[in-house]
């Protein structure tokens, strides 16, 4: 099991919102990354980081942005939170040395 | 372009049965292959992980198996059990980044009935 965390584990909120999605590690794992998963579709890369002070958008383009100010701490924030927003979100991290990726149990966010 | 496909889409079983889950991929460069187990609601757990030398893989229950050659492998998964009620999302990684990017299937939805 995992020490990956992310907070909350669901969350309801209107159009227009500003959201904050937390991930947090306990590994000391320098790279982390966010997906996008819709159901019964495939992960797709949104965000990633090398390590402290670095940020990457990946393969899918969001409108989401993110932060890494502690190695173990990489959190994800809508600004102004809309219904096509509505997704699971799955916080990953792994080793610099290991490709495994370890994920955490997802934000599942639905915006009306 | 890289893509991984994987099928079926979805497979309904009856506990103790065994199954076989398949991944084609067109990846390229290829550095390894994994499968991993995601239960509904939850992030994806691996199960197995293989590099370009190696055939097959297993972890309990759970065996893989690569044709690097063909750019197939499949999931056999022996004597089922209602935990393994998930999906199952095969994941190839190309040696071409230092990220070591991955490409994921949209994986197979397994039920186990009893």
């Known amino acids: 099991e995992a020490d990956i965390y992310q907070t909350p584990r669901y969350l309801v909120i209107g159009t227009g919102k500003k959201i904050t999605l937390e991930c947090s590690q306990t590994?000391?794992?320098?790279?982390m990354y966010w997906y996008q998963q819709d159901p019964g579709m495939e992960l797709h890369l949104i965000h990633y980081s090398y390590g402290v002070n670095s940020t990457e958008k990946g393969d899918l383009s969001s409108e989401s942005t993110v932060s890494r100010i502690r190695t173990e701490h990489f959190p994800l924030t809508l600004e102004s939170a809309r219904p096509s927003h509505t997704s699971q979100y799955l916080c990953?991290?792994?080793?610099?040395?290991?490709?495994?990726?370890?994920f955490g149990p997802g934000t599942r966010l639905l915006v009306l | 372009k890289n893509q991984v496909e994987q099928s079926p889409q979805s497979l309904i079983i009856l506990e103790g049965k065994n199954c076989t889950l398949q991944?084609?991929?067109?990846?390229?460069?290829?550095?390894?292959l994994r499968w991993y187990k995601q239960d509904t609601g939850r992030g994806p757990v691996s199960l197995t992980i293989?590099?370009?030398?190696?055939n097959t893989k297993s972890n309990g229950r759970y065996t893989a198996t690569l044709d690097a050659d063909t750019k197939q492998s499949s999931l056999h998964i022996t004597a089922s059990q209602l935990s393994d009620s998930a999906s199952y999302i095969c994941?190839?990684?190309?040696?071409?980044?230092?990220?070591?990017?991955?490409?994921f299937g949209r994986g197979t939805q397994l039920t186990v009935w009893p």
């Open positions: 994941v190839v990684s190309d040696r071409g980044s230092t990220l070591g990017r991955l490409y």
């Open positions: 293989m590099t370009f030398s190696e």
């Open positions: 990953a991290s792994s080793h610099p040395a290991a490709e495994t990726q370890y």
């Open positions: 590994m000391g794992h320098d790279k």
């Open positions: 991944c084609n991929y067109t990846v390229s460069p290829f550095s390894n």
